[in-house]
């Protein structure tokens, strides 16, 4: 029996509506965050701490988040996170609108917010294998990309406006977009929370659960190293790019590298389903790998923030299919009873490292050429491109 097309899926739509607004208000309020800060006196010292809270309160709870999916069910850690991040954001409101918002309070709803979306991202997982067929799951991916690069584009878009409008507004949105998340995903029937019988116990060996069943999956371990790497280095480069347009006093070649970057991953996102559809699994990760490689090198090679923007954006294109091509195999591959535990280690070690990439570009411009830093991010690329090449692994997980 074929499976109905998405969009007559209720329980995938209201999940994706459900996670759309609870996207869109963080996204808006991301470039929100450092502005308040600055006018509350905090300096750059107060806007580099909002980074290191956001990152350091998600690898605090990357070691519970994934066992509290398992045990409890997708649905009720959805509901609660979005309830408690709404409530959060609407304090952060308040403050703004009252004039009475400090670092401290900017940091304290950071924490919560980086602390709770580690759960939350393991539970969609969990939903989307709950509400959606396997032979839809590529097609729901998808679109689920399509959704993420359209709201990486158009969000920080809408907070820098929605700021400009009265500086608390970002924020009352941000905490709106949560609670109106936590109603939807509260109306899905009880019994497509997918929760297991049996909760496993709060031991060390359950806790590490996810760590031990990726290294012991060739694939998915090549894959999330794959995805470290392409955001590590992206993110670096794009960096590289910025300054290098700023130092030129270039505003036009900063918007151009936002413009090309975002329209990267939104063509890549388009074009993802039916490459996924006829390509070989290995043909795409390498295709992804030497492009990311390869266009790194080639920035490194012109003085043009034009052509680095749209290398960049090259880039970018190519890297949607990893996201799809490895979630859909967690999907397909992975027990339901450790889905959560593998989740929060695949979605969130690869985001606190690839964090690290703007930093370690921003300290090498400091002390070497530019082209040098852009070699050094070209590095890794190879260097995984060329495993991936040589090794076996992909061949053996080609389907």
């Given at each position: 029996?074929?499976?109905?097309?998405?969009?007559r899926?209720?329980?995938?739509?209201?999940?994706?509506i459900?996670?759309?607004?609870s996207?869109?208000?963080?996204?808006?309020?991301l470039?929100?965050?450092?502005?308040?800060?600055m006018?509350?006196?905090?300096?750059?010292?107060?806007?580099?701490?909002?980074?290191?809270?956001?990152?350091?309160c998600?690898?605090?709870?990357?070691?519970?988040?994934?066992?509290?999916?398992?045990?409890?069910?997708?649905?009720p850690?959805?509901?609660?996170?979005?309830?408690?991040?709404g409530?959060?954001?609407g304090?952060?409101?308040?403050?703004?609108?009252?004039?009475?918002?400090?670092v401290?309070?900017?940091?304290a709803?950071?924490?919560?917010?980086g602390?709770?979306?580690?759960?939350?991202?393991?539970?969609?997982?969990?939903?989307?294998?709950?509400?959606?067929?396997?032979?839809?799951?590529?097609?729901a991916?998808?679109?689920?990309q399509?959704?993420?690069a359209?709201?990486?584009?158009?969000?920080?878009?809408?907070?820098?406006?929605?700021?400009?409008?009265?500086?608390a507004?970002?924020?009352?949105?941000d905490?709106?977009?949560?609670?109106?998340?936590?109603?939807l995903?509260?109306?899905?029937?009880?019994?497509?929370?997918?929760?297991?019988?049996?909760?496993?116990?709060?031991?060390?060996?359950?806790?590490?659960?996810?760590?031990?069943?990726?290294?012991?999956?060739?694939?998915?371990?090549?894959?999330?190293?794959?995805?470290?790497?392409?955001?590590?280095?992206?993110q670096?480069?794009?960096?590289?790019l910025?300054?290098?347009?700023?130092?030129?006093?270039?505003?036009?070649?900063?918007?151009?590298i936002?413009?090309?970057?975002?329209?990267?991953?939104?063509?890549?996102a388009?074009i993802t389903?039916?490459?996924?559809?006829?390509?070989?699994?290995?043909?795409?990760?390498?295709?992804?790998?030497?492009?990311?490689?390869?266009?790194?090198?080639a920035?490194?090679?012109?003085?043009?923030?034009?052509?680095?923007?749209?290398l960049?954006?090259?880039?970018?294109v190519?890297?949607p299919?990893?996201?799809?091509?490895t979630?859909?195999?967690?999907?397909?591959?992975?027990?339901?009873?450790?889905?959560?535990?593998?989740?929060?280690?695949?979605?969130?070690v690869?985001?606190?490292?690839?964090?690290?990439?703007?930093?370690?570009?921003?300290?090498?411009?400091g002390?070497?050429?530019?082209?040098?830093v852009?070699?050094?991010?070209?590095l890794?690329?190879?260097a995984?491109?060329?495993?991936?090449?040589?090794?076996?692994?992909?061949?053996?997980?080609?389907?």
């Amino acid at each position: 029996m074929t499976a109905p097309a998405l969009y007559r899926n209720q329980t995938y739509v209201r999940l994706w509506i459900a996670y759309t607004l609870s996207s869109l208000g963080t996204f808006a309020s991301l470039v929100s965050l450092p502005l308040v800060v600055m006018a509350s006196s905090g300096g750059p010292l107060g806007v580099g701490l909002i980074g290191f809270a956001g990152a350091s309160c998600m690898l605090l709870a990357l070691p519970w988040a994934g066992l509290l999916v398992d045990r409890v069910g997708w649905r009720p850690v959805m509901v609660r996170a979005d309830l408690v991040r709404g409530i959060a954001f609407g304090v952060l409101t308040y403050t703004v609108a009252t004039h009475q918002a400090s670092v401290g309070v900017v940091l304290a709803v950071t924490a919560v917010s980086g602390a709770l979306g580690v759960p939350f991202a393991s539970a969609t997982a969990t939903a989307l294998r709950s509400a959606v067929p396997a032979a839809r799951r590529p097609a729901a991916l998808s679109a689920n990309q399509s959704r993420t690069a359209l709201l990486t584009l158009l969000g920080p878009l809408a907070g820098g406006a929605l700021y400009g409008v009265s500086p608390a507004l970002p924020f009352a949105v941000d905490a709106v977009s949560f609670l109106a998340s936590a109603a939807l995903v509260a109306t899905l029937p009880a019994t497509t929370t997918g929760a297991p019988a049996d909760r496993p116990a709060a031991r060390w060996t359950d806790i590490t659960a996810g760590w031990r069943f990726l290294r012991r999956h060739p694939f998915l371990r090549n894959m999330t190293l794959t995805v470290l790497v392409a955001d590590f280095g992206i993110q670096g480069v794009i960096v590289v790019l910025v300054v290098t347009a700023a130092a030129s006093n270039d505003a036009l070649g900063t918007g151009l590298i936002t413009a090309c970057t975002g329209a990267g991953n939104l063509l890549g996102a388009a074009i993802t389903l039916p490459a996924v559809r006829r390509a070989r699994p290995r043909t795409l990760v390498l295709a992804t790998t030497w492009t990311g490689a390869l266009a790194v090198s080639a920035i490194a090679g012109t003085d043009r923030v034009l052509w680095g923007a749209l290398l960049a954006g090259c880039f970018c294109v190519a890297t949607p299919v990893i996201g799809v091509l490895t979630n859909r195999t967690l999907l397909d591959d992975v027990p339901q009873e450790i889905l959560g535990r593998v989740q929060s280690v695949f979605q969130t070690v690869p985001r606190l490292v690839a964090s690290t990439g703007p930093v370690l570009a921003g300290l090498l411009l400091g002390v070497l050429p530019t082209r040098a830093v852009l070699l050094l991010f070209a590095l890794p690329l190879a260097a995984l491109a060329l495993y991936g090449t040589l090794s076996a692994t992909l061949d053996r997980n080609d389907r």
